[in-house]
């Protein structure tokens, strides 16, 4: 049988390596965050470049179909033409001029449009040109980047298999219904759910506790959960947790000196 001292002295032990694995998963996160975020500028800029020749190329479509309307028009004024000297009727004469003007008219309108098409298509080249530069530059920084956070999230892999070995190895010989109790407070809290009363406070919610509750806890025969936010109270002063890193300085010193 344990008593409640020892029971805790294990469960404080996973603890340690349960908050260290927290930690390590928070970090391995972040990581992955920096990732997502090397490849979604990565992606922005490759989609903005397939938008932009996308765009360019449309263009291209664009001033080849007002070309060809121009070269009919210019067709067109040269067949007007060949008409108009062979006509002998003022009318017709007047009718055929009428309509070259047109053309004419129509023409230089198309010509203009295809002028401020070839203005707007080489714009856009330019704009093509300064995304095609971020993406090189962007692939060339990103690489030894995104190395170096893989290579981290590597190590940080290794370090929780290890600290996992632990656990495991420590949980073996734990008491497991005061285990089981610890890891249902782990899952809602994320942090440290056993805790140590200091100066009559609990250490984890910062709230005074009464003369009473302290008694509960010095005495360790049961578990004692704070009030206010359900945590696991320890005395750290107590014998079962002798020459342990949680017990407090003075009786690690009492331990040292005797």
Known sequence: MY???????S????????????RLMRLKKQRQGELQQIESLR???KEQQEEKKQEIENLNKEVISLEAKIAELNEKVKTLEAKQSSVKKVEEFNALTQEMTGAERERINLEQQVSNLVDKKS???????KIKTSLETSETNSRELETEIKSSITRINDEGSELKEQRDAIVKSADQPTLKVYERLLRNKKDRVVVPIENRTCSGCHIALTAQHENLVRKGANLVFCEHCS????????????GTSIATKRRRRRVLTS
């Not at 714009?123 to 040109?129: C, D, K, P």
């Open 11 to 22: 469960v404080l032990e996973i603890q340690e390596l349960d908050i260290k694995m927290i």
């Open 123 to 129: 714009f856009e080249e330019e704009i093509l040109e």
């Open 231 to 242: 945590r696991i109270h320890y005395w750290q002063e107590s014998e079962a947790l002798e």
């Open 3 to 9: 008593s409640m001292q020892e029971s805790l002295k």
């Open 43 to 45: 992606s922005e800029l």
